[in-house]
């Protein structure tokens, strides 16, 4: 399997026991030769929906590995870094995919500096540890209030494009030959 999300790629091969484990571009490209009058399979063998989900949790679980390692680095104000640790914490818990998208919304506005008024109620949200829907509810609220969508020059096409493309996703997936 060939998976992405912006600039993160990885290629993973599943075996038998449905266990994912990243490969080499070298060995990816190797299992997609074939001769050129080699006929495509029609149908996929049993088994390979799981094998894809397997290779996309794996590819998921490296990217949240990624932005919590990014997080830690950035040096914005501690009320902001409660919150992007807080929304982290959700986006890898089991909910809808609106909730995930809410989230990623959330993430993708309070990962830059924000205005003194945001982050002094930032601070309050970080002083009164809220938590779950009450800290997406109340990020929601300052997003609102403070206009923080409207303070990027990004426009919200190429914000919507950035947050598709952050998406992690299956690319390419081969079934092994018999």
């Keep these: 399997m060939f998976c992405r ?3 993160h790629r990885r290629f993973y091969e599943v075996d038998a026991a449905v266990e994912a484990r990243e490969i080499s571009t070298q060995r990816f490209l190797g299992a997609l030769r074939c001769e050129p009058t080699e006929e495509g399979s029609k ?3 049993p088994g390979h929906n799981a094998a894809v989900s397997a290779a996309k949790k794996s590819f998921t679980r490296h990217l949240e590995r ?3 390692q990014q997080a830690g680095q950035s040096e914005l104000p ?3 870094g409660y919150a992007l640790k807080e929304l982290r914490k959700l986006y890898g818990q089991l909910g809808s995919e609106e909730r995930r998208e809410r989230i990623e919304r959330l993430e993708e506005v309070f990962r830059f500096e924000t205005n003194m008024a945001a982050r002094r109620e930032l601070n309050g949200i970080h002083r009164a540890r809220l938590k779950d829907e009450e800290l997406v509810g109340a990020l929601e609220r300052l997003y609102t209030k403070y206009r923080l969508g ?3 020059s990004v426009s919200r096409e190429s914000r919507r494009r950035a947050e598709a493309n952050l998406t992690p996703r299956v690319v390419v997936s081969e079934a092994g030959r018999s």
């Design 5 to 7: 999300a912006g600039e």
């Design 43 to 45: 149908t996929f063998p």
């Design 66 to 68: 990624v932005r919590a």
């Design 78 to 80: 501690r009320g902001q």
């Design 150 to 152: 409207e303070s990027r």
